[in-house]
């Protein structure tokens, strides 16, 4: 269960999701009981009558940043850029950030690169893996070229022509209908198939819905390199839970309901506060917590979230909550009805 090969299946093509469903809440749903091992199809609006009042639902309410860059270098080879960090307009050098580069040839330490309106980057160090660190200039800011040009970070398994992300349809698509708290990279997707309507069913089912933030971070992109998963290591990410959401979390476990994660982020946070404290308590901190077979949960009762890519981290955490064989049931099964995987895809509820 520790061999990266576990977490290995073949996907046809044409179940990756290229676009979402046509409303939020229409996506597919896959209920998996773990103690029963059984399996039931749904829509994701069914929701409300597969769980219990006294649910308590946690989501992740960050906001994905537009923060891919087009631009070029100072010989006119074209570039792309993923700019990873996002700190306040006041923090010391907030305009010198690590990005990831996309080129042809990696440019070189001190030369230029040059982005829309008008804004100069400068390089500033190198790293491993295509990280590069860049001062940006100009008379706009880089949180404002990033407001105004930037397109979404879209998966690369999602293919657009011209600037992926850029389009209406994915600035408004890849973010959930709760999210407030910019900082991420890539979506909470678990979450994107909520809606407005659906959280107020849920409400009158005497389900509750909770907020905690993590900014998802650039390792959500990066491949596991290793044969032993247990030794894959995650970057770290930031998290937010505050009085409120401690508070119907520790009330929700004393009642002896369910807390249910919404994304495998959720997990992450809860798990990590509880490991820390004994105790979910308001708190600020980051991350970089590696879930795999035999980790004990002692939050999350339930999780609601998408289907991963093979080999992938997040496979291994859904794998340590169900179990990886009834996993692998899961998606095959999920293959054969022709449910839709990846970010813009179908859900599965592990109760």
């Known amino acids: 269960m520790f061999n990266i090969e576990d977490y290995n299946y073949n996907l046809p093509e044409e179940l990756i999701a290229q ?84 080129s042809s040839k990696r440019p070189k330490k001190g030369s230029r690169l040059f982005f829309e309106c008008n804004v ?6 190198l790293g491993d893996n295509g990280f590069i660190q860049i001062t940006f200039q100009g008379m706009s800011s880089v949180d404002s070229l990033l407001k105004n040009k930037g397109c979404m970070p879209l998966p690369a398994y ?28 890539a979506a909470p997707t678990a979450g994107l198939h909520f809606t407005k309507e659906l959280i107020e069913k849920l409400n009158q089912a005497g389900v509750s819905l909770v907020e905690l933030t993590l900014n998802v971070g650039h390792g959500t992109f990066q491949p596991v390199r290793v044969k032993d998963i247990r030794n894959h290591k995650l970057g770290e990410e930031t998290y937010i839970i505050d009085q409120d959401t401690a508070d119907a979390i520790n009330s929700t476990k004393k009642e002896g309901k369910r807390v249910i994660a919404v994304g495998t982020t959720v997990v992450r946070a809860l798990e990590t506060v509880m490991g820390e404290k004994g105790k979910i308590a308001p708190n600020r901190g980051k991350t ?64």
Not at 165 to 185: I, L, P
Request: glycine share 8%; net charge positive.
């Open 288 to 351: 970089d917590l590696l879930i795999t077979p035999g980790f004990r949960f002692k939050v999350v009762d339930g999780l609601i979230t998408n289907f991963h890519l093979p080999k992938s981290s997040l496979l291994f955490l859904v794998s340590a909550f169900a179990g990886l064989e009834l996993i692998r049931k899961a998606y095959h099964r999920a293959i054969g009805k022709r449910y839709r995987f990846y970010s813009y895809g179908d859900a599965m509820l592990i109760i």
């Open 19 to 102: 676009t979402p469903a046509s409303s939020r809440d229409r996506s597919l749903l896959l209920v998996v009981e773990r103690f029963q091992k059984s399996f039931s199809d749904h829509y994701f609006f069914d929701l409300p009558g597969l769980l219990e009042p006294g649910d308590l639902l946690v989501v992740n309410n960050t906001r994905v940043i537009p923060a891919k860059l087009f631009g070029r270098k100072e010989s006119g080879g074209k570039i792309e850029i993923l700019v990873l960090e996002h700190p306040h307009s006041d923090a010391p050098r907030a305009n010198t950030r690590w990005c990831l580069l996309k």
């Open 120 to 125: 100069l980057g400068i390089v500033e160090d």
């Open 158 to 185: 999602i293919k657009r022509d011209g600037r992926a992300g850029h389009s209406r349809m994915d600035r408004e698509r890849y973010q959930t209908v709760f999210s407030c708290k910019g900082g991420a990279v």
